[in-house]
């Protein structure tokens, strides 16, 4: 069975400044995807970035990078000049392959990361 | 607007109580969930329907019943609410073989008091 461990309960970080948010998982799958989820107070779960195992090329989305080190099951996640709108929850979640008409995955998630963004 | 749609967003009820829980996605998913996070904010999944055939069923007490009239609906009845069921019930969407992740609603918070 997949795991997903955020070890880090809680971060603060000033505004404008980097933070980097930790995630590990256990999987014997080769083929997978990770996420990175975003649970605003508004309780609303936002898609913030994707990474697909097989690409070694770290995925980015304008302030959210990753680092994804496949061989080591590790996925952080960097937010570059935090802002004040960047306070949240975040999740990290592993989802191994689906294919057309055959296994069906689920989003396993990470217990979360509470982000405070102080300004 | 294309969304995933689920009401009603809060709902206090007794406990014994029976209760519903709609959901309705207009993406074009073929698979729908419906995920419970608890007062830890831990998000679990309970059911997963796939063109309207169960394809998970996690460990979920019989009082649950998920119902899919079609692929663009997902319900989950609750009979017998207990205080332990008070949490947030999210439904989500996804299109089986994009691997895109899934879109959630923006979740029901159940009270049983």
């Known amino acids: 069975a997949q795991t997903v461990t955020q070890s880090q309960p809680e971060m603060s970080v000033q505004e404008a400044e980097t933070v980097t948010l930790s995630c590990t998982y256990d999987?014997?799958?080769?083929?997978?995807?990770l996420f990175w989820y975003k649970q605003p107070p508004s309780r609303q779960m936002i898609l913030v970035i994707r990474q697909e195992a097989y690409k070694q090329q770290n995925a980015t989305e304008n302030r959210f990078s990753v680092n994804f080190q496949k061989a080591a099951k590790s996925f952080s996640l960097k937010i570059s000049d935090s802002q004040l709108g960047d306070t949240a929850m975040y999740f990290c979640?592993?989802?191994?392959?689906?294919?057309?008409?055959?296994?069906?995955?689920?989003?396993?998630f990470g217990k979360g990361t509470k982000l405070s963004v102080k300004p | 607007d294309t969304a995933v749609s689920q009401t009603p967003k809060y709902l206090v009820t007794q406990m014994g109580n029976d209760k519903s829980i709609k959901c309705e996605q207009n993406?074009?998913?073929?698979?729908m969930y419906w995920y419970k996070q608890d007062s830890k904010k831990f998000l679990k999944i309970m059911f997963s329907y796939n063109n309207k055939e169960l394809i998970i069923n996690e460990t979920v007490p019989n009082r649950f019943s998920p119902k899919s009239p079609d692929k663009a609906h997902l319900n989950l009845h609750i009979n017998s609410l207990e205080l332990g069921d008070s949490a947030v019930y999210f439904c989500?969407?996804?299109?089986?073989?994009?691997?895109?992740?899934?879109?959630f609603g923006s979740g029901t918070r159940l009270t049983v008091v």
């Open positions: 979640a592993f989802m191994k392959h689906e294919n057309y008409g055959g296994s069906q995955g689920n989003l396993i």
């Open positions: 989500a969407s996804s299109h089986v073989g994009r691997n895109y992740g899934y879109t």
């Open positions: 993406l074009g998913h073929d698979t």
């Open positions: 999987t014997s799958e080769n083929n997978y995807y």
